[in-house]
């Protein structure tokens, strides 16, 4: 049995850092719940399930792990045996032998996505004004602002490796859809979330409900943690 608290074990998307959860933490924390965000590098898709493994270790007892858009992939990679249960929003689940790419350019995209491209250094920004059209368009322009100021490339290396098979197949799995995710479709969220067998609730938030939407977010994340 296990006698430590459980830990909910916090992942951030491209482009952000566990900042971005900051308002989710508040809310948990306001419940009772020990969360923690773990710093994600971005360098390779490799490094980033390695960096949430020394974050959930740390935790010490069982763990439930949300992942943020990217960072879904991620969560799915880790083999911890003290994961209880899976939380995706907005995120994406490549199935066994599926890239991150392939799930994220899956179906046409919205018209307000940005146009991504490596740049010089073979890393890949997203361009400021897609934070108010596209990452985080129901935030306030301040979040925004410093969502866009305090951003965090993404390496190709993350996103092109075909993963194991995931977690998500062997473990209890929720899913928050963004109905009105500019970044990743509501139907291709749909798609991944009926095929893992999720529990799934929809609700007509952005692409980054954290900032916009925390209560809600929060309470996914406690449905899991209770259930």
């Given at each position: 049995?296990?006698?430590?608290?459980?830990?909910?074990?916090?992942a951030?998307?491209?482009?952000?850092?566990?900042?971005?959860?900051?308002?989710?933490?508040?809310?948990?924390?306001?419940?009772?719940?020990?969360?923690?965000?773990?710093?994600?590098?971005?360098?390779?898709?490799?490094?980033?399930?390695?960096?949430?493994?020394?974050?959930?270790?740390?935790?010490?007892?069982?763990?439930?792990?949300?992942?943020?858009?990217?960072?879904?992939?991620?969560?799915?990679?880790?083999?911890?045996?003290?994961?209880?249960a899976?939380?995706?929003?907005?995120?994406?689940?490549?199935?066994?032998?599926?890239?991150?790419?392939?799930?994220?350019?899956r179906?046409?995209p919205?018209?307000?996505?940005?146009?991504?491209?490596?740049?010089?250094?073979?890393?890949?920004?997203?361009?400021?004004?897609?934070?108010?059209?596209?990452?985080?368009?129901?935030?306030?322009?301040?979040?925004?602002?410093?969502?866009a100021?305090?951003?965090?490339?993404?390496?190709?290396?993350?996103?092109?490796?075909?993963?194991?098979?995931?977690?998500?197949?062997?473990?209890?799995?929720?899913?928050?859809?963004?109905?009105?995710?500019?970044?990743?479709?509501?139907?291709n969220?749909?798609?991944?979330?009926?095929?893992?067998?999720?529990?799934?609730?929809?609700?007509?938030?952005?692409?980054?409900?954290?900032?916009?939407?925390p209560?809600?977010?929060a309470?996914?994340?406690?449905?899991?943690?209770?259930?």
């Amino acid at each position: 049995m296990d006698t430590e608290p459980l830990t909910v074990v916090l992942a951030h998307g491209a482009w952000a850092d566990g900042s971005s959860w900051a308002r989710v933490i508040e809310r948990l924390r306001e419940k009772g719940q020990r969360a923690v965000a773990a710093p994600l590098p971005l360098t390779t898709f490799a490094d980033d399930v390695a960096a949430l493994d020394r974050t959930v270790a740390r935790a010490a007892g069982p763990v439930v792990l949300v992942g943020h858009a990217y960072a879904g992939a991620v969560v799915g990679a880790s083999r911890s045996e003290r994961i209880k249960a899976l939380v995706y929003v907005a995120a994406l689940a490549p199935d066994e032998g599926e890239t991150v790419a392939d799930v994220f350019y899956r179906g046409a995209p919205h018209p307000l996505a940005p146009k991504l491209a490596p740049d010089a250094d073979g890393l890949i920004w997203l361009p400021e004004e897609a934070f108010a059209g596209a990452f985080a368009p129901q935030a306030s322009e301040s979040d925004q602002a410093v969502f866009a100021a305090v951003q965090r490339p993404v390496s190709p290396a993350c996103i092109t490796v075909p993963i194991g098979r995931p977690r998500w197949r062997d473990t209890p799995s929720w899913f928050l859809v963004a109905e009105e995710d500019r970044m990743i479709l509501a139907a291709n969220q749909r798609f991944m979330a009926e095929r893992m067998g999720a529990r799934t609730v929809a609700h007509p938030v952005d692409h980054t409900p954290l900032a916009a939407h925390p209560d809600l977010v929060a309470q996914v994340i406690l449905d899991a943690v209770h259930a």
